[in-house]
């Protein structure tokens, strides 16, 4: 009998979602590292070993999480590409790296695996296994897995993401054991004054790394106390060798340079519990009971994380213990003295800290609230955990920075935005999507309402939350939903979308026009309040930052070629995450202050030039 066409689409709807549920049960089988299972799906169907997932993961990426390595031989066997890369250039070799599946490394290796290979963010796998690592007790494993890769022909001084050289990663994100191991196999150590022989002394002085710091100096490095250096000794005093402090003050270093921050060296010991350099550095000189930008002494700071013996110490030394003495700030803006012809960083040790910054603040339409995030310490450790700080001007004052009500430490709560009417903040998170799960593996977007004083029932936005989100969000006075995100089912690094809010529901997001999202990497977008402007962020794959650029929405409602605005606004040109405020008088953005990011502010009348400027070009 023969079948209509209608029959023959509705039997091949049913073969392709059969199809589509046999390839999830697969991926499910190597997740859970079912060997059997794995074995019985592939030999009903050998196309599943070539299955992938919405980024382009094939099962032996999967497979390179696990522990085990029977299920990695099996597929190999079967005919997965060692080398096969995801969405994002990601070979299995870089997930077993980033993970410590050192075993599952040995065999990918064996089987072929390109082991000098970058993927689209210009990580290698030796990078990889560097920089990931999820808590101390994968030290030992995070060491061997690099020693495995150098020992079986991973560039030791191949540049990748950042342009740095991987003793450079190793400095900033590894321990001093892979520091010196790096050493040990002969690294190359850059020596000459410039940005990586800089970032190498900061890292080893932020660190303690003592070995790193004799080996730029035993190599020729001159230190000198220039610009670049200006902070060296608070890095130093901070990370705890008491021999690279010893050298900085031969060298002529201050023991009472104060930082952006109002910092001395000795805040920085006493924070960081290092009662050795506190001793060397009173026996210097140093003011026992200096107070930094935020009216703390280095009693305070010792005693707020419970380094009892540098408190017992300050102590006897004749320390003041009494409270932190906050400054009073009255005012708009937190009382800040307002920018004039040319940008100024923000609330010294207030909102710009010398911890990392990472969403930058917003105030409510009344300019009553403020809220901004980075990754602060807390009572337990000096180690930042990402939060949402908040001050409000009560009684004609602004209240010290706190924990905001709707935020919790451990979620990775970040990048809060006030809605025009000042009725939903929204933020991004890693919170549980639903009661009683684990934090999610991406950041999603979730708002809280205003009701009275307070902000409640955090809710996460379904529509948007399928796509691998990042950074900073905005909305404009219609509720429409402007944010950076990466479309797993495509090859890019980053694009914006807009999802529109539509009789009380947000709808599915559609990137916005190729005018403003290019073969760059776009993202943490800012929408003015009628929509008739964008700003937001470019870089390139390789993580390095063009700065900010600026787009104007025609009459029509299509959207200009955006254009840079560093040499307008006079910024510099690797600025990021900005917002207006909404009197629409100042631009907020972040960059870097010290060794840290903070956010500056400077006047938003250029964003009016540049529009008249294009009117100008079109007449």
Known sequence: MKKSPLTLVFLLCIFFAFQEVQAQNVFEAVKSENLKKVKSLVQKDSKLIQSRDEVGNTLLHLAATNTKTDIANYLIEKGCDVNAPSNTGETPLHIAAKWR?????????????????NDGA??????????????????????????????????????????????????????????????????????????????????ACTRGFTSLFEKLLEQGFELQNNQYTRGLL????????????????????????????????????A????????????????????????????????????????????????????????????????????????????????????????GNIVFSPNGDEAFWSGWYPTKTSTEGIQQILTSKLENGKWTIPEIASFSKVGYGDDS???????????????????????????ENIWFVTKEGNNWVNPTPIDAVNFLNLHWQVSVDNFGNLYFGARDPEEKNFGEIFCSKFENGIYQKPEKISNTINSQNAEGSPYISPNGDFLLFDRATNQGHQMGLFISFRNDDGAWTIAKPIANVAKINERSHCCRVTSDGKYLFYMFWYGNHSASFWVKADFIEQMRATLNDQLD
């Open 234 to 269: 608070h890095s130093a005093a901070a990370g705890g060798s008491v021999k690279i402090v010893e050298v900085l003050l031969e060298r002529g270093f201050k023991v009472m340079t104060g930082d952006a921050y109002g910092w001395s060296p000795l805040h920085s010991a």
């Open 101 to 117: 599946k050192k075993d599952v490394v040995a065999i990918l290796i064996s089987k072929g695996a390109k082991i000098n290979v």
């Open 122 to 203: 210009n990580y290698t796998p030796l990078t990889n296994a560097i920089q990931h690592y999820q808590n101390s007790s994968q030290q030992v494993d995070r060491l061997e897995t690099i020693k495995l890769l150098i020992e079986n022909g991973a560039d030791i001084n191949k540049k990748g993401m950042w342009d740095w050289l991987p003793i450079q990663v190793a400095a900033e994100f590894g321990s001093e054991e892979i520091v010196n191991y790096f050493i040990d196999k002969g690294a190359n150590i850059p020596t000459e004054q410039g940005p990586e022989s800089y970032q190498l002394l900061n890292a």
């Open 416 to 442: 809060p935005f006030i809605s025009p009417d000042g009725k939903k903040l929204f933020f991004v998170s890693k919170r549980p999507l639903k009661q009683n799960e684990g934090n999610s593996e991406k």
């Open 271 to 358: 924070e960081n519990g290092n009662l050795k350099i506190v001793e060397l550095l009173l026996g210097k000189g140093a003011d026992i009971n200096d107070r930094n930008a935020s009216g703390r002494t280095p009693y305070n700071l010792a005693d707020y994380f419970g380094h009892k013996d540098v408190c017992d110490f300050l102590v006897s030394k004749g320390a003041d213990t009494s409270v932190q003495q906050f400054p009073v700030l009255n005012g708009n803006y937190l009382g800040q003295k307002e920018p004039e012809n040319l940008a100024r960083v923000f609330a010294p040790d207030i909102v710009s800290t010398k911890y990392d910054m990472h």
